[in-house]
T-cell receptor, first 113, second 113 residues
Framework: EDQVTQSPEALRLQEGESSSLNCSYTVSGLRGLFWYRQDPGKGPEFLFTLYSAGEEKEKERLKATLTKKESFLHITAPKPEDSATYLCAVQGGVSDSGYALNFGKGTSLLVTP | DSGVTQTPKHLITATGQRVTLRCSPRSGDLSVYWYQQSLDQGLQFLIQYYNGEERAKGNILERFSAQQFPDLHSELNLSSLELGDSALYFC????????????FGEGSRLTVL
């Protein structure tokens, strides 16, 4: 069974203080690893897809990386508007759940001025 | 705006009752997913439809059912409601069957009293 574990559960940063969020996963036949951002009262919003170990994707202050067992979301010089919950999800080989994404519980990030 | 519309946004009902949640996917998207989000469980996959047909099932209770209509909108029916069914219910859509980039609606918050 696919498992996704995110750490830490919550993270508080000062504006400009860089850090990383972790996503550890076990999956049978990884098709893709996905990062989403969720603001309070909103649905998750897609950020990145990573397909294979060694791959990296960047968007503004965010960079996602992937190894065979985990993914990191690096946040460089964060701003208060980066405050949100960041969700990691994996998509494995076809199963009873089809190709549905299996989400972790998320990391709640708060960036203070 | 993701282009996915969910109604109602909020719903308060009593135990034992039945409710219907509605989802209109992004224009052109054939695949619809339903997810349940609670504080302790995170985002849990319930069921997926593709072009009117059920394609995958997750941890969906027998008291819950769904369908996708010819115009591609989808409904999630929750019956014999229990206190533990209180949660946010998200609909997501994608263009392709196995896509990992999902577009989420803003959710329907169900409170069972």
């Amino acid at each position: 069974e696919d498992q996704v574990t995110q750490s830490p559960e919550a993270l508080r940063l000062q504006e400009g203080e860089s850090s990383s969020l972790n996503c550890s996963y076990t999956v049978s036949g990884l098709r893709g690893l996905f990062w989403y951002r969720q603001d309070p009262g909103k649905g998750p919003e897609f950020l990145f897809t990573l397909y294979s170990a060694g791959e990296e994707k960047e968007k503004e202050r965010l960079k996602a990386t992937l190894t065979k067992k985990e993914s990191f979301l690096h946040i460089t010089a964060p701003k208060p508007e980066d405050s949100a919950t960041y969700l990691c999800a994996v998509q494995g080989g076809v199963s009873d759940s089809g190709y549905a994404l299996n989400f972790g519980k998320g990391t709640s990030l708060l960036v203070t001025p | 705006d993701s282009g996915v519309t969910q109604t109602p946004k909020h719903l308060i009902t009593a135990t034992g009752q039945r409710v219907t949640l509605r989802c209109s996917p992004r224009s052109g998207d054939l695949s619809v997913y339903w997810y349940q989000q609670s504080l302790d469980q995170g985002l849990q996959f319930l069921i997926q439809y593709y072009n009117g047909e059920e394609r995958a099932k997750g941890n969906i209770l027998e008291r819950f059912s769904a369908q996708q209509f010819p115009d591609l909108h989808s409904e999630l029916n929750l019956s014999s409601l229990e206190l533990g069914d209180s949660a946010l219910y998200f609909c997501a859509s994608s263009a392709l069957l196995g896509a990992g980039e999902l577009f989420f609606g803003e959710g329907s918050r169900l409170t069972v009293l």
